[in-house]
T-cell receptor, first 111, second 112 residues
């Protein structure tokens, strides 16, 4: 129940295309869903986050879509660029409990 | 503001030894969390400290321990190292519990 399942493990997208990463969870008590971006040799950095009272949040080329009934959320990267090549982690948490991370998606954008 | 700093950045130890890793959070941040990152398991939560108190703990054996000092700096200790402890250990700080976490660059530990 504490797991966050992330897919795919790796993704290759052409420059200018849309990158989509999906996550699913079981615990309906989760109320905070962040996405982190990690470049090689660096720690993860918060990219965008959503709470379950909204179905979508957009920041620039990055959009989180949230489906509360399906217990799924996804990250869309529009007009993907080579600089977006990184590992992306979805996560979930509730109240004062720890944040549970997905296992990550390694994204590679072809120039 | 300076970011989260972790020392050392790289460490090589042998089985059975112990190791202490250090984390200095962003100035003013009172919450520090530790994570283990491995290729197969992703980011796994170790523990979280807030104002010198351990608030949450992950599912790791007792060989993994931590503490936080009054200046919010934190250390984690791993005793009796095993080969499987080889990983990137990440520290993250936030101003309050559950707020945005800011990660350090990590300490890469290799156990031989």
């Amino acid at each position: 129940q504490q797991q966050v399942k992330q897919s795919p493990q790796s993704l290759i997208v052409q420059k200018g295309g849309i990158s989509i990463i999906n996550c699913a969870y079981e615990n309906t008590a989760f109320d905070y869903f962040p996405w982190y971006q990690q470049f090689p040799g660096k720690g993860p950095a918060l990219l965008i986050a959503i709470r379950p009272d909204v179905s979508e949040k957009k920041e620039g080329r990055f959009t989180i879509s949230f489906n509360k009934s399906a217990k799924q959320f996804s990250l869309h990267i529009m007009d993907s660029q080579p600089g977006d090549s990184a590992t992306y982690f979805c996560a979930a948490s509730y109240r004062d409990d720890k944040i549970i991370f997905g296992k990550g998606t390694r994204l590679h954008i072809l120039p | 503001k300076a970011g989260v700093t972790q020392t050392p950045r790289y460490l090589i130890k042998t089985r059975g030894q112990q190791v202490t890793l250090s984390c200095s959070p962003i100035s003013g941040h009172r919450s520090v969390s530790w994570y283990q990152q491995t290729p197969g398991q992703g980011l796994q939560f170790l523990f979280e400290y807030f104002s010198e108190t351990q608030r949450n703990k992950g599912n790791f054996p007792g060989r993994f321990s931590g503490r936080q000092f009054s200046n919010s700096r934190s250390e984690m200790n791993v005793s009796t190292l095993e080969l499987g402890d080889s990983a990137l250990y990440l520290c993250a700080s936030s101003s309050e519990l559950r707020e945005t976490q800011y990660f350090g660059p990590g300490t890469r530990l290799l156990v031989l």
